[in-house]
């Protein structure tokens, strides 16, 4: 008795221990945050603040925006603030947060702070032009540390590099202008081949291409950058094709490009008024037959659905590791079926994605409290990141007028009435449903590339469709799906590869 007495002594006096140590290893972190008075005149005194938090040196914290170990953010809305008075952030129910410990009780460590004032109105993201940024301070919390930060940066509107063969496209869509009651616009831009100002009058074969996701239409720059493509694209070994390289930015974040409920008519704009006036403009041959979609990620499920959804306005897809194309394998979760999407039949929680070995990165929980922060409803509806988008463009409009929630922002569980209404865009279900009309529109126009250890578990959906495409009749599909084992996402999609596939294509049209 006497020895289970101390045992039980023993093992409380441990416990208080290790409560103290932990209580030792925190600190409180006081932060201050200043408007520069050189832009106080730019800043709108509505908006969300955002505190960025990482170990990670030699990088802006506030370019971090996924759950991955040592990147942390702290936001609140604030609708009256006094340019001439610091703000103070501090725990309180408005202030949300990503990491499971607060400012009181900050680990003890060195890390990299920055805030950003979101003030934006117009873009879904916070890296929109007009936002406002501190420069990084490096801190070291070992004791109550307090931190001064100063917004005083500003986001400089995108541009396009000034080259002869690329343009910049801006054109007003009446469509989403009545659609949404003020004036909106579609992006985009293009590069020229090389033979474009030798022969005024000849026209070309268009690719359009969709970027991963969120990619703006500003990515020609990256892609002109790159030495080894620019200097193929204009060698004689470059297809003479006009390549359109689309804008990703929607009202909720990526705008997929096809109609919704939330953002209106993206996919008949794009068809009745952005294709035609770039293929006017830039002499585009004008003609399904010549032209052609592609991309990868975001960008491979839009290409793939643009193709399905308007069978007659494209020859062709090159859709590599598109987003989940059916919903009984939307990554790791059926949402038909499955009653919450944080844990799994097992009760373990579900990984969002994976190194190509198979292990776990980051967890779907944490991947949703993150668009949590990011979103000004506080909730990952309005965060402008994936499932921002995904549920933007899937979902109904809700009764506040946001776009409603499939996903329970914080205990996961699955509305399936929600689900129901998803069906429309589960692009397997779209094909079986319409595949008497459907297939025959799109025989020899199909070709998706996936990586079998997808790092975003997209592999599944994929072979699911695959399947369905091998049991088609009348016709039977002629569809080209390629899995290549233990390779990742987006492996093996190049911008060249693909204009060389389209070349191929090309050489067998009449």
């Not at 025959?440 to 998706?448: A, H, V």
Request: net charge negative; proline share 5%; with cysteine.
């Amino acid at each position: 008795m006497i020895l289970k007495k101390f045992t039980i002594i023993l093992y409380l006096l441990i416990i208080q221990i290790t409560f103290i140590n932990a209580q030792e290893n925190v600190s409180p972190l006081n932060v201050k945050i200043s408007i520069g008075t050189e832009i106080r005149d730019k800043v709108k005194s509505e908006g969300r603040l955002f505190l960025f938090i990482t170990t990670q040196p030699n990088v802006e914290p506030r370019t971090l925006t996924w759950p991955t170990d040592g990147n942390y953010i702290f936001a609140q809305n604030f609708e009256a603030i006094d340019v001439k008075k610091e703000i103070v952030l501090s725990n309180n129910e408005k202030l949300q947060k990503t990491p499971d410990w607060s400012l009181d009780q900050v680990p003890q460590d060195t890390y990299y702070v920055q805030a950003l004032w979101d003030q934006d109105q117009e873009e879904s993201r916070i890296d929109a032009p007009g936002n406002i940024y501190s420069p990084v301070k490096k801190i070291d919390v070992k004791n109550a540390t307090d931190v001064a930060l100063s917004l005083s940066k500003i986001i400089e509107s995108r541009s396009i590099i000034d080259h002869k063969y690329v343009k910049e496209v801006t054109l007003k869509s009446n469509l989403l202008s009545t659609w949404w009651g003020k004036e909106m616009t579609l992006k985009a831009s293009v590069l020229l081949p090389r033979g474009y100002y030798d022969e005024p009058n000849k026209k070309y074969p268009v690719r359009y291409n969709v970027a991963g996701y969120g990619g703006r239409y500003n990515r020609i720059n990256y892609l002109m950058g790159n030495k080894g493509f620019s200097e193929w694209w204009f060698s004689e070994d470059a297809p003479q094709i006009i390549n359109v390289f689309l804008d990703g930015e929607g009202p909720f974040g990526d705008s997929y490009q096809l109609d919704s409920d939330n953002s209106g008519p993206y996919g008949n704009a794009l068809i009745n008024e952005l294709i035609p006036y770039i293929e006017t403009t830039y002499r585009g041959m004008g003609s399904a037959k010549y032209r052609f979609v592609d991309g990868c990620s975001t960008g491979g499920w839009v290409s793939l659905a643009l193709q399905l959804y308007y069978p007659d306005d494209f020859n062709g897809v090159w859709s590599y590791s598109p987003d989940a194309v059916e919903f009984e394998n939307y990554q790791l979760i059926n949402i038909y079926k499955d009653k919450n999407a944080f844990i799994n039949e097992y009760n373990i929680q579900r990984p969002v994605a994976r190194e190509t070995s198979g292990e776990p990165m980051m967890l779907l929980k944490n991947f949703i409290q993150y668009e949590n922060v990011l979103g000004w409803s506080d909730t990952y509806v309005t965060s402008g990141g994936q499932f921002s988008a995904h549920t933007a463009l899937y979902s109904p409009k809700g009764e506040d007028g946001l776009p409603s929630p499939l996903i329970d922002p914080e205990t996961g569980e699955i509305d399936h009435d929600i689900a129901e209404q998803w069906k429309k865009y589960d692009l397997k279900l779209y094909a079986k449903e319409h595949w008497e009309e459907l297939g025959p529109k799109i025989q020899g126009k199909i070709y998706i590339w996936m990586g079998d250890m997808d790092h975003f578990y997209l592999n599944m959906a994929t072979r699911s469709f695959d399947e369905f495409l091998k049991s088609t009749k009348n016709p039977s599909s002629d569809a080209e799906i390629v899995f290549t084992p233990t390779k990742g996402h987006c492996a093996n999609y190049s911008n060249k590869v693909v204009l060389e596939q389209m070349a191929e294509k090309l050489e067998t049209i009449d």
